[in-house]
């Protein structure tokens, strides 16, 4: 059994990345922040079952990944899916109105495509990593990501004048996470 010491030191390395995964799949700070206490509670349960301390890391991520994806199925009927994209702000080079065409444009693309844009864009996470969290082969990923890409130049041709630009604008990151009295 770990130590308390032990975990809390876990809990720092690693909540920032966890916080970030769940942000970008949950759109909605407080829903990230639980995600988060959840993957910490997860991974604490399962960690006896890990074997190779060296992989904890990218363990962790797919239990982050799973926890979001499962409390985002769950919540969907709660309310609409959109809710967290009227309240966030626009990268500094979108104007509100761009933003908000390319905000529906992203959540428009099939869950397929879409989550692996946003952990290798966004997380910078390989195709292979993204293949383990995915349960997916790594060409699948590859082809989904190109075509999710495909797909928003598409919908987004004649919106925006340099669209690769504002996709980059949009992949930048969520909002940093909240200061740790958010935890307590």
Known sequence: MMKSDEVQ????RH??????????????????????????LNALQALPN?????????????????VALGM????ASERAFGDSVRS??????????DYQVLKRAVDELPEDYRLPIVLHHSEGLSYEEISRIMDCPRGTVGTNIHRGLERLRLALA???AASDEVL???LEGPPPMPP???YA
């Open 9 to 12: 030191d876990l809990f720092e």
């Open 88 to 97: 966030a702000e626009p990268p500094p080079a979108l104007s509100a109105d």
């Open 180 to 182: 740790d009295s958010a």
């Open 50 to 66: 890990l074997k190779e301390a060296e992989k904890f890391p990218g363990w962790l991520r797919r239990i982050a990944v799973n």
């Open 168 to 170: 980059v604008a949009l």
């Open 158 to 160: 004649g919106s925006f």
């Open 15 to 40: 909540r920032e990345d966890v916080y970030r995964t769940t942000r970008r799949i949950l759109r909605n700070d407080a829903d990230a922040m639980d995600a988060t206490q959840a993957t910490f």
């Open 72 to 75: 985002r199925r769950s919540r």
